[in-house]
C-alpha cells in the first residue's frame, strides 16, 4: 500500500540559514540506516520535506524499524502518493486509502490539506471541505471532530500528491556528526552505553574506549564490551572502539600506591590515557557513564579528582540520573540485557575494600610520585598497542 516515507524533523527547523547543512546529514544518515533493509530507497529533499521513496517491493516492518533508530527524525509517515488528475480522482485516492489504512471506518476525522502548489485549481480550505463532504458520504458511521480527530488526514499537494495519516514516533536528537566527535569511555556496565547513546543523540560522532586487563578480565569480558558498542552503533553508526590493554598498569598502581587511593588513581590514568586517543583521533571531548554519588569513584570529590587531569571538556549525561533512571533507557535501546552479562570489568576486579570516597587532590598526587620511575613507559606501551576494533 505505502510506497514512501515522509520524514519529520524537529529541531532543524529553526536552525536557519544553515538548515540545509543538518537537512544533507540527516539524508545521509537516513539512507546509511536504509542500506540493510530488504528493498531499494530513494531518500531526497523537496520544498523543506524529507521523502524515502522506495523503488519497488520492500520490507515495510524492516524499514520502519531501520528509521526509527535514526536521531534526527521527530516522526515517520508511511505516505501514499498518487498523480494529480483532478479532485475526482484524488477523492477515489483517499477513499481507498481510508478503506485499507482504517478499516473500521467509524471513527472520527479531520482531512487537513496543505497547497504547496499553488497552481492547484482547489485551496486548502476548499479541499478540506469538499474532501470532508466525500469522505461522510463514503461512510457514513464517520463523523468529523476538527478539534480532537481519532483520524487525522493530511493531504499534500505538490508536484505529486502524497496523503498520510500516521505519524511514527522517531527518536528526536540531531543527525550524527553534525555537532563533532567524542571519546566515549565505554565499560561493561550499564551506564557507559546510555550515556553513548545520549550524546550521539545530539549529534555528536562518537569513537569509544575500553580498559582490559586480562587474565584478570577474560575474553568474554571484552567481547562484551564488543557486543554493546555494536548495539549502540545501531543508533550512532560506526564506533572505532579502541582496547586499552591495562593490566601492567593496574598492577604497578596496585603495587606503589595506598590501597584505599587505587580506584581514584586507576581513573586518573584511564581519563590520561583516553585523553591522548582522543586527540589523536579528532575528539573533542571526552564523554563517560559517571552519577553523582552511585560508587565510591563518583562523588563529588572523586568527580573533581578525575576531571583534574583532563583538558578537554568531560561530558556526563547521566550525571544526576537515579540508577533507574539509567535502567529504563538500557532496555530502551537493549543494552540492559548485555550490561549484566557477569563477566567483571578491570575496575571492578582492582576495587578496594574500604576506597576512599572524599579524596584531596594534593594527597593523591603524592601516591602518583611513587609512579614515576616506570608510568610513562607503562602508557607508552599501553597506547602503542592500541587495538582498535570497528563495530556496526
Do not use: W
Not at 482547489?122 to 469538499?130: A, E, G, K, R, V
Not at 586518573?268 to 583516553?274: D, F, P, S, V
Amino acid at each position: 500500500m505505502f510506497q514512501s516515507f515522509l520524514i519529520k524533523y524537529g529541531e532543524i527547523g529553526i536552525k536557519g540559514k544553515n538548515r540545509f547543512l543538518f537537512e544533507d546529514a540527516l539524508v545521509k544518515q537516513i539512507k546509511h540506516a536504509l542500506k540493510n533493509v530488504d528493498g531499494e530507497f530513494e531518500v531526497f529533499k523537496q520544498q523543506g520535506r524529507i521523502y524515502a521513496e522506495a523503488i519497488g517491493e520492500f520490507d515495510y516492518e524492516e524499514a520502519i524499524e531501520a528509521l526509527k533508530k535514526v536521531f534526527g527524525i521527530v516522526g515517520i509517515c508511511p505516505v501514499v502518493h498518487v498523480e494529480d488528475e483532478g479532485f475526482e480522482m484524488l477523492s477515489q485516492a483517499v477513499t481507498e486509502y481510508m478503506k485499507k489504512a482504517h478499516p473500521e471506518l467509524n471513527q472520527t476525522f479531520k482531512v487537513n490539506a496543505r497547497r504547496a502548489r499553488k497552481n492547484y485549481p482547489l485551496d486548502s480550505m476548499q479541499i478540506n471541505c469538499s474532501m470532508g463532504e466525500k469522505l461522510l458520504e463514503a461512510f457514513p458511521d464517520m463523523k468529523v471532530d476538527v478539534h480532537n480527530p481519532d483520524i487525522m488526514l493530511n493531504i499534500e499537494i505538490r508536484e505529486k500528491i502524497y496523503i498520510y495519516s500516521q505519524i511514527i514516533p522517531g527518536p528526536g536528537g540531531m543527525p550524527v556528526g553534525t555537532n563533532g566527535k567524542a571519546m566515549l569511555l565505554l565499560s561493561g556496565g550499564i551506564d557507559s552505553p546510555v550515556a553513548g547513546y545520549m550524546v550521539s543523540k545530539r549529534g555528536v560522532k562518537i569513537d569509544a574506549i575500553y580498559f582490559h586487563a586480562p587474565p584478570y578480565t577474560s575474553e568474554r569480558a571484552k567481547q562484551k564490551v564488543v557486543d554493546l558498542a555494536k548495539l549502540v552503533a545501531v543508533y550512532s553508526g560506526p564506533i572505532y572502539l579502541h582496547v586499552i590493554n591495562f593490566t601492567d598498569i593496574q598492577l604497578y598502581i596496585y603495587e606503589k600506591c595506598p590501597h584505599e587511593e587505587l580506584t581514584i588513581i586507576m581513573r586518573r590514568y584511564m581519563m590520561r590515557i583516553a585523553e591522548h586517543i582522543a586527540k589523536e583521533t579528532g575528539s573533542l571531548g571526552l564523554i563517560t557513564g559517571e552519577s553523582i554519588g552511585q560508587v565510591a569513584s563518583q562523588t563529588m570529590q572523586s568527580l573533581a579528582a578525575t576531571n583534574e587531569v583532563c583538558t578537554m571538556p568531560v561530558i556526563r549525561p547521566v550525571i544526576s540520573f537515579d540508577k533507574q533512571d539509567i535502567v529504563d533507557i538500557s532496555q530502551k535501546i537493549n543494552t540492559y540485557e548485555t550490561s549484566i552479562l557477569p563477566f567483571e570489568d578491570c575496575c571492578t576486579i582492582f576495587v578496594a575494600k574500604h576506597p576512599v570516597t572524599k579524596p584531596n587532590i594534593n594527597i593523591i598526587k603524592r601516591s602518583e610520585k611513587n609512579l614515576e620511575e616506570k608510568i610513562d613507559e607503562l602508557i607508552e606501551t599501553a597506547i602503542r598497542t592500541d587495538e582498535v576494533i570497528i563495530c556496526d
